[in-house]
């Protein structure tokens, strides 16, 4: 499957965005999806995940409460929308896909086989 993020940008703290990534190649709705984040000098970290069908949603604590991940399988699309961003929000945000309906279990990078090619998200104080 092929990924395209895209939405990214300049906001000021406290203010929102909405990414949103567009899939193809293969049944959209077979493949659970995430979203990472990595901020220069960093590793790449697990920051929101769902399922196939959307049933399940998981958050990292640093954006739970803030950002909600959504999918519509009808236009094989992810969205990440992203509330009340912080300076500490800043990275390039990448979407990527399991060939799996869950979400994996340690939210880490190796449970995805498939990325987008990244926006970035820049958060200005």
């Known amino acids: 499957v092929q990924l395209q993020a895209y939405g990214g940008g300049l906001v000021q703290a406290g203010g929102y965005l909405r990414l949103s990534c567009a899939a193809s190649?293969?049944?959209?709705?077979?493949?659970?999806m995430g979203w990472f984040r990595q901020a220069p000098g960093k590793e790449r970290v697990f920051i929101a995940g769902?399922?196939?069908?959307?049933?399940?949603?998981y958050y990292a604590d640093s954006v739970k409460g803030r950002f909600t991940i959504s999918r519509d399988n009808a236009k094989n699309t992810v969205y990440l929308q992203m509330n009340n961003v912080r300076p500490e929000d800043t990275a390039v945000y990448y979407c990527a896909a399991r060939s799996v309906p869950v979400i994996g279990s340690d939210y880490s990078t190796r449970e995805y086989e498939y990325w987008g090619q990244g926006t970035q998200v820049t958060v200005s104080s």
């Open positions: 190649g293969r049944t959209f709705s077979n493949y659970a």
């Open positions: 769902i399922s196939a069908r959307g049933v399940t949603t």
